[in-house]
């Protein structure tokens, strides 16, 4: 199982194509037999769960049996296409699953493995929930103290924040130097720890999924840079 994060940049002047993206490109991957999962994102502008949606940044999620799969539909869809028409920049991150717990949508769509306790490679982490909307106040109101600390936790390299409808259907896609790092900023920080506390006590979700995995390859640009150049990751432009 491969499972692809591409992040597509728009400019300004357009970013109604990336909208109209958002409605058509739902009807050659519902049809695309090769595509086990696919979510169409937008993102937010700070890294995280965030009220305040980047207009020039969409993301899509997606999963595959195998790279070729996913290099056939990078080089020959007419999602592909609309891309290199349309955006400024596109860059994707390959992974295979590590550890995947819950539901997206009913499904699993990362299968059930187990993690490899020993693992010690830097690793991404999906934390992904369907907010209830009864709690959507209280949710948001917790969500700035977590965002402002992890961009300065230990290990942290980069993230971002995607989702599928505004305010109700949030994830973060993040990126760490180690298994540790995750574990020290998600139980060891105070902030995160309280924020974890309530989630439980006030069961604020309807649905959550958490997944880790071993990062593979990484392909184009954003924002000019591979986000990833300093990690020992196999690169294409």
Known sequence: ??????????????TPMALLAMALHRIPLFFNPKIKFWKLMGCGKNGTFDLNPDW???GLVAVWDSEADFQSFNSHSLISRWWKWFALEQWTV?????????KWAGKEPFGNPKQDENFTEPVAVLTRASIR?????????????????????????YSVGIGESPFVLQATFSIWNSLDDVKAFAYRSAEHSEVIRKTRKENWYSE???????L?????????????ADLNILHEN
């Open 1 to 14: 199982m491969l499972v692809s994060l591409t992040l597509i940049r728009y400019s300004k002047w357009g």
């Open 56 to 58: 020039q940044q969409w």
């Open 94 to 102: 390959l992974s295979e699953p590590l550890s995947s717990h819950g």
């Open 133 to 157: 909307f009864n709690k959507l106040r209280s949710f948001w109101r917790n969500v700035p103290a977590v965002s402002q600390i992890m961009a300065q936790a230990p290990g942290y390299i």
């Open 208 to 214: 959550e999924l958490f997944a880790r995995f071993r």
């Open 216 to 228: 593979v390859k990484t392909i184009g640009r954003i924002r000019g840079q591979n986000p990833l």
